[in-house]
């Protein structure tokens, strides 16, 4: 309950917080506070000071193209629900309880990494972009890369996530289902789906799974076998079925592995007719 003793900075811009970060290796980023604060209520970490980043207003817009949208990295759940982008903003409708959305970012959200978290399965079947600023300048790098193990982002210290990139998928169809526990929990497995449908035949096809990986997956093979075919039952059965070799759960208080490679494949069925009735 009562977080360790630790210092508290305010920079006035990115740079400072870069240049902060940098000098200081146990100084860790402050955005919504939602990972962050629990865990040092439970004193899991330890770091000497806290850089809050919360009111650096240029991490905070979400400009759109026809091309691409991209998200500041403290642009809110609720923010992200609100703006209507394909899939994305279902996928943040859904995470936490509203009191969590009000606070919790994106940026903070894949920075923490939590293999349940929501955004991870949506950002892979996207081929979301992620932009990195540190004190010696700018990269971006496929979120695919920036996950590069649960809890374990590929940032160095003193780099800050500054936006999250996606392609504008105005033209699919999508759905992202969650099964949980109870309304605010975690997921037990989330699937997100983006499908581009031309009259019964499906033109293309992204699917990304959370819950059941160390990091989110694209079911790479299941999507080939949607492109360029006719939506039949017999496939989404198929198809369903072949989501699940894309799974490799572990039990925990949310279920059996068993279970969750069940779930796996009817939160995949559900995402696949949901996308469909669009
Ligand atoms: C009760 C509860 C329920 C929740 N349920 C869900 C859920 O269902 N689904 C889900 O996905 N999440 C859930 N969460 C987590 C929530 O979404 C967090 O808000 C999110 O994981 C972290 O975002 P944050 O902005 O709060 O980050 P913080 O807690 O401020 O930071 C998290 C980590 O990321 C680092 N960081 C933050 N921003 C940046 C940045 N821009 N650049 C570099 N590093 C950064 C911090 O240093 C820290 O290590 C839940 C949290 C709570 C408390």
Redesign the pocket.
């Given at each position: 309950m009562y977080p360790p003793k630790i210092g508290y900075v305010i920079p006035d811009s990115i740079e400072e917080a870069t240049e902060f970060l940098e000098k200081h290796d146990d100084a860790?980023?402050?955005?919504?506070?939602?990972?962050?604060?629990?865990m040092l209520k439970l004193r899991i970490i330890r770091p000497s000071y806290l850089v809050e980043?919360r009111r650096l207003n240029n991490?905070h817009n979400i400009s759109k193209s026809e091309e691409e949208i991209s998200i500041g990295?403290?642009t809110t759940?609720y923010e992200v629900f609100k703006s209507n982008i394909p899939l994305l903003s279902e996928t943040a409708s859904?995470?936490?309880?509203p009191q969590?959305r009000n606070?919790?970012?994106i940026?903070?959200?894949i920075?923490?990494l939590?293999p349940?978290?929501?955004?991870p399965a949506t950002l892979m079947a996207m081929d979301a972009k992620v932009k990195i600023k540190g004190t010696k300048g700018e990269r971006t790098e496929l979120f695919k890369d920036f996950a590069k193990d649960m809890f374990t982002?590929d940032?160095n210290q003193g780099?800050?996530?500054?936006e999250i990139i996606v392609p504008n998928y105005s033209d699919y169809k999508y759905s992202y289902q969650k099964l949980?526990r109870k309304a605010?929990?975690?997921?037990i497995v989330g699937v997100a789906v983006l499908l581009k449908v031309d009259g019964e035949i499906i033109k293309d096809a992204r699917i990304g799974l959370t819950g059941v990986n160390n990091v989110a997956v694209r079911a790479v093979d299941a999507e080939n076998m949607l492109k360029d075919n006719k939506i039949t039952d017999e496939l989404l059965e198929k198809v369903s079925n072949e989501v699940v070799k894309y799974a490799n759960p572990v039990e925990d208080i949310r279920g059996s592995v068993e279970y969750k490679k069940k779930a796996t494949k009817v939160m995949t069925k559900r995402a696949l007719l949901e996308a469909l009735k669009r």
């Amino acid at each position: 309950m009562y977080p360790p003793k630790i210092g508290y900075v305010i920079p006035d811009s990115i740079e400072e917080a870069t240049e902060f970060l940098e000098k200081h290796d146990d100084a860790k980023v402050l955005a919504g506070g939602h990972s962050i604060i629990p865990m040092l209520k439970l004193r899991i970490i330890r770091p000497s000071y806290l850089v809050e980043i919360r009111r650096l207003n240029n991490l905070h817009n979400i400009s759109k193209s026809e091309e691409e949208i991209s998200i500041g990295a403290i642009t809110t759940h609720y923010e992200v629900f609100k703006s209507n982008i394909p899939l994305l903003s279902e996928t943040a409708s859904k995470i936490g309880d509203p009191q969590v959305r009000n606070m919790g970012t994106i940026g903070g959200s894949i920075s923490q990494l939590d293999p349940s978290a929501d955004y991870p399965a949506t950002l892979m079947a996207m081929d979301a972009k992620v932009k990195i600023k540190g004190t010696k300048g700018e990269r971006t790098e496929l979120f695919k890369d920036f996950a590069k193990d649960m809890f374990t982002p590929d940032l160095n210290q003193g780099e800050i996530v500054t936006e999250i990139i996606v392609p504008n998928y105005s033209d699919y169809k999508y759905s992202y289902q969650k099964l949980e526990r109870k309304a605010g929990d975690f997921a037990i497995v989330g699937v997100a789906v983006l499908l581009k449908v031309d009259g019964e035949i499906i033109k293309d096809a992204r699917i990304g799974l959370t819950g059941v990986n160390n990091v989110a997956v694209r079911a790479v093979d299941a999507e080939n076998m949607l492109k360029d075919n006719k939506i039949t039952d017999e496939l989404l059965e198929k198809v369903s079925n072949e989501v699940v070799k894309y799974a490799n759960p572990v039990e925990d208080i949310r279920g059996s592995v068993e279970y969750k490679k069940k779930a796996t494949k009817v939160m995949t069925k559900r995402a696949l007719l949901e996308a469909l009735k669009r």
